[in-house]
């Protein structure tokens, strides 16, 4: 009987588990041939409650459901609590040893990537903040959103019958430098978050805010941000598949993927980690995790280096094409995404060996420690309790007296309870399972001294790298409500490259033995140096000088229209307090459609080069 309750407990807790198990069926000839010590254990196994059952009736249950784990057998080497085998049955005939007093430490790698070194991978040369945020927004991207953005708009505008307060009468393609401007005023928003974006542009003494009035007019940003676009649209229908939508921002995230890859190198810490993008729109790919603060949203899974924070490689989620794409597909998903982050690392650095990987609970399992090591990579992370091929002892640890730690080790992998506030569950091809004394502040603000063991301090210490990323991201952010999922996905990046682009320079701060400046000053500078000297009266000028020119001084029959009242090009001067002049009337007939006062001018503006008063 004995045998009976702990082969049914060791069946129902494997049986509660969310990975699937094999059960082997076992014909009646096979059932003869097992050996001795199976066949006495399953004789005294009560398989039918019915007193009155016949050996016929015993074997037909044991045809489908015999299970055999010799490690939970009575008399058995597991109730010593000194070996103990993997109740799983994948690693051949290892033993899990009880190395929770004494753990004797395996042999280890040291950390190598030679002829790389770690850090940094810039020239001395980059110092303003521009300089390395340039270093992932390069011109070939930005001429790229550039082209997408104004054939979009063009495309758009076309065919459509504009109202004659309508501001798309104004529209005018972007450029260089009104492009970068416009990511400046972004960036600069996050910095400073109002309730709406017309709020930038409020007049009341109590919203004014100078600095975006004086970059655009509120319609021209707002034309740009409207007409925004990375990637062609997909031609409309039924059938347009899923990996032709997400072209809209994958291609943009790949890009700037290789550049995070190509300017820095992680050092021996790294982890992998889930960044949220919230999004609650209708899309295929969406993500919902009610534990989490941001429940609903767009998942890209994150490879960051663990001492800076650095985003090293990033993977967007978006369903099964994503699950196709990865490597090893005989492993679960859980297992693939850290294979696959790492194998990214490993293409840019193929000589690298000692990297020590940190992952959560959702990531770390037995199989995959097994193949980081064959990777030359070390793995540490919380565990769930019902993963493969743990022992029974991790799954349900016997405290002693007052030992809270729990630890069994096979070969390299080593497997640890500790009984805190409450259990938890972490496993290590590389630590050790000894304790270190720490202090702890409990409630009222008293220090009290508490041991601890050491693979919960190194997991603790090295498991930030993401979080540490998306706190820089989150403090000056600008994520606004939209119902296209691939803008959120933009901005996001935009946000990264922000985000690298400090890190980079602390990184070369440190190393020179100079004090960076403080992240918001970065911002602010960053800002400052991507609007640069351009105003939204430079649009204007543009036009005067250059191709506008001939149309306005062709001597040809020019129309005056009425229409919303504006500043006049000829003599309104905002830079001077009381010389604003406005006017409701336009020259239909020159493209920028200028504001004009009818007579004088009006007159300079078709007859003069230089027409400004």
């Known amino acids: 009987m004995a045998n009976k309750r702990k082969i049914c407990e060791s069946y129902s807790d494997i049986e509660s588990s969310s990975d699937e198990l094999e059960f082997e069926v076992y014909s009646d000839h096979d059932i003869n041939n097992i050996d001795a010590l199976s066949r006495d254990n399953a004789d005294n196994i009560e398989l039918n409650h019915e007193s009155d059952s016949n050996d016929s009736n015993i074997f037909s249950v044991v045809r489908?459901?015999?299970?055999?784990?010799?490690?939970?057998?009575?008399?058995?080497?597991?109730?010593?609590?000194?070996?103990?085998?993997?109740?799983?049955?994948s690693s051949g005939n290892d033993k899990w040893i009880d190395v929770s007093e004494v753990d004797n430490i395996p042999s280890s790698m040291d950390f190598d990537i030679s002829p790389r070194i770690a850090g940094p991978q810039i020239s001395n040369d980059i110092k303003k903040p521009l300089d390395f945020f340039r270093l992932y927004f390069t011109d070939a991207l930005i001429d790229s959103i550039i082209k997408e953005t104004n054939d979009y708009a063009n495309s758009k505008l076309r065919g459509m019958q504009l109202s004659r307060r309508s501001i798309?009468?104004?529209?005018?393609?972007?450029?260089?430098?009104?492009?970068?401007?416009?990511?400046?005023?972004?960036?600069?928003?996050?910095?400073?978050p109002v309730a709406n974006l017309q709020e930038y542009w409020s007049t009341k003494f109590t919203s004014k805010i100078p600095f975006f009035s004086d970059v655009f007019t509120r319609d021209r940003f707002l034309q740009i941000f409207w007409m925004l676009h990375l990637h062609k649209n997909a031609p409309e229908g039924r059938n347009t598949c899923l990996r032709t939508r997400i072209q809209k921002a994958n291609n943009f995230l790949q890009y700037i993927n290789s550049k995070f890859s190509e300017h820095f190198i992680p050092y021996q810490s790294i982890c992998v980690d889930e960044s949220i993008i919230k999004f609650k729109g209708k899309i295929c790919f969406i993500t919902y995790n009610p534990t989490k603060p941001t429940k609903w949203g767009i998942r890209i899974y994150v490879l960051a280096d663990s001492n800076t924070g650095y985003v090293y490689s990033v993977l967007p989620y978006y369903g099964s094409i994503t699950s196709e794409n990865l490597i090893r597909p005989d492993l679960p998903v859980s297992s693939r995404i850290p294979l696959d982050l790492y194998r990214k690392l490993l293409d840019n650095v193929p000589n690298a060996k000692g990297y020590h990987i940190y992952t959560d609970r959702y990531y770390t399992s037995i199989p995959l420690a097994e193949e980081l090591l064959k990777m030359n990579c070390f793995l540490t992370g919380t565990i769930k309790t019902n993963r493969k091929y743990l022992p029974m002892v991790i799954k349900k640890p016997q405290f002693v007296r007052d030992r809270k730690t729990v630890a069994y080790r096979k070969g390299k992998t080593l497997v640890l309870a500790w009984k805190d506030k409450r259990i938890v569950t972490l496993l290590s091809t590389r630590n050790e399972a000894g304790l270190m004394s720490i202090h702890r502040r409990v409630r009222g603000g008293e220090l009290v001294r508490i041991q601890k063991p050491k693979m919960v301090i190194d997991y603790t210490k090295n498991m930030r790298g993401v979080d540490r990323a998306d706190q820089y991201a989150a403090t000056y952010c600008f994520l606004r409500k939209s119902l296209k999922w691939w803008r959120k996905l933009f901005f996001w990046g935009m946000e990264m490259c922000t985000v690298n682009s400090y890190i980079l320079y602390t990184s070369a701060k440190k190393i020179n033995n100079e004090k960076p400046m403080s992240h918001l000053k970065f911002v602010k500078l960053l800002v400052e140096q991507l609007v640069g000297n351009f105003r939204r009266n430079s649009i204007s000028r543009e036009y005067t000088h250059t191709p506008n020119t001939e149309g306005r001084l062709n001597n040809h029959l020019h129309i005056i229209r009425s229409g919303t009242k504006k500043d006049c090009v000829v003599c309104s001067n905002r830079k001077i307090p009381g010389e604003r002049r406005q006017t409701h009337y336009f020259c239909d007939t020159c493209l920028e459609k200028p504001r004009l006062h009818i007579g004088n001018c009006f007159e300079r503006y078709h007859t003069l080069e230089d027409y400004k008063m």
């Open 168 to 192: 798309w009468n104004t529209w005018s393609d972007v450029n260089r430098k009104e492009f970068l401007a416009f990511i400046g005023v972004i960036l600069n928003m996050g910095t400073m």
């Open 64 to 89: 489908r459901y015999i299970l055999i784990i010799e490690s939970e057998i009575e008399g058995s080497e597991s109730d010593t609590g000194e070996n103990v085998e993997d109740t799983s049955g």
